[in-house]
């Protein structure tokens, strides 16, 4: 059965009608923003959700993500301060926040954002000499976000961060920076062991001479209570002697104590005097030996004079 003319046009004017219905509705992604143009010029960015686009008169001309989007920053060669080559490699993290700058403020502005990340971190390596760069980092990636972030507000692009992934300095540099650190390290160990010594030696003369105080302190010590037990003796025997004279006055006082005493002294003249020959063969003799009598007369005499009526 063939169709007739008015039902392939009905056909045709559905088609029609479901195209334009699907071209009428646009349906944008979450974090996503879309730029219509009206006619060649731009009319608004549609937002995330269900939009309308005027069919053959308005259509999507960009689409952008508003994520964060990490860029790979091509490594390249940068010249430092003391004309040492450097092999840098880093990272950008960029976001779209103004759809309409990013689709006209810029042809590319992804190689915009690369072309001057890449230029404005060889300035900033060409400032510095080599060990700066190692040591400052920081300053780098910031410097360098805040030069593109001025930059890109034209291209409707906020720059987040940017982050050195890798410094390499030629093989040659790279074997003087280790001889140095091993230099260095060899430095810190022989002041380390030296200042070793030196503490050791102080320790040492410290206790020796926390020793020798003590030793004389002791010794000290040890003179004063060995003269103070000397002059305790010689007192004990002084006052013991004394005792002895005053009980030997005391007896003599009594009657016979002269008689007594008379005896005693005899008797010890006479153990002395015979106890000469048995301890040496030199004699020494008084001159009036054979005059016993007198001399022990005289002794009573020292006796008598010295008693009472002295």
């Not at 020798?212 to 103070?228: D, P």
Request: net charge negative; with cysteine; aromatic share 6%.
């Amino acid at each position: 059965m063939e169709l007739d003319i008015s039902t392939i046009v009905l056909i045709v004017l559905v088609v029609l009608v479901f195209v334009v219905v699907v071209k009428t509705i646009a349906i944008v992604p979450q974090q996503h923003a879309w730029v219509i143009e009206r006619l060649g010029k731009f009319d608004r960015a549609l937002s995330p959700g269900a939009g309308f686009v005027i069919p053959f008169i308005e259509r999507v001309a960009y689409k952008h993500s508003l994520k964060e989007i990490p860029l790979d920053v091509p490594s390249q060669v940068c010249i430092t301060r003391d004309n040492t080559q450097l092999q840098v490699d880093a990272v950008l993290y960029f976001q779209v926040t103004d759809p309409m700058r990013a689709s006209y403020g810029s042809s590319n502005y992804i190689s915009a954002i690369t072309q001057l990340a890449q230029t404005t971190l060889r300035s900033v390596i060409g400032k510095m000499e080599l060990d700066r760069t190692f040591e400052e980092r920081e300053i780098i990636n910031s410097t360098i976000v805040t030069a593109l972030d001025e930059a890109a507000v034209n291209w409707g692009v906020k720059v987040l961060r940017y982050e050195i992934k890798d410094l390499t300095p030629p093989a040659e540099i790279l074997r003087a920076m280790q001889a140095q650190i091993t230099a260095e390290r060899e430095k810190r160990a022989l002041i380390a062991a030296s200042e070793g010594r030196r503490q050791e030696q102080i320790n040492i003369a410290t206790g020796e001479r926390e020793a020798f105080i003590a030793r004389s302190e002791g010794e000290k010590q040890a003179q004063i209570n060995k003269a103070q037990g000397e002059a305790s003796a010689i007192l004990a025997v002084a006052e013991a002697t004394a005792k002895a004279i005053t009980q030997v006055a005391e007896s003599v006082r009594h009657p016979g104590g002269i008689e007594a005493v008379n005896l005693k002294v005899a008797q010890q003249y006479i153990e002395a005097f015979g106890n000469v020959a048995r301890e040496g063969n030199t004699l020494i003799l008084p001159a009036n030996l054979a005059d016993m009598g007198g001399l022990i007369a005289t002794a009573m005499a020292v006796v008598k004079g010295s008693g009472p009526g002295a």
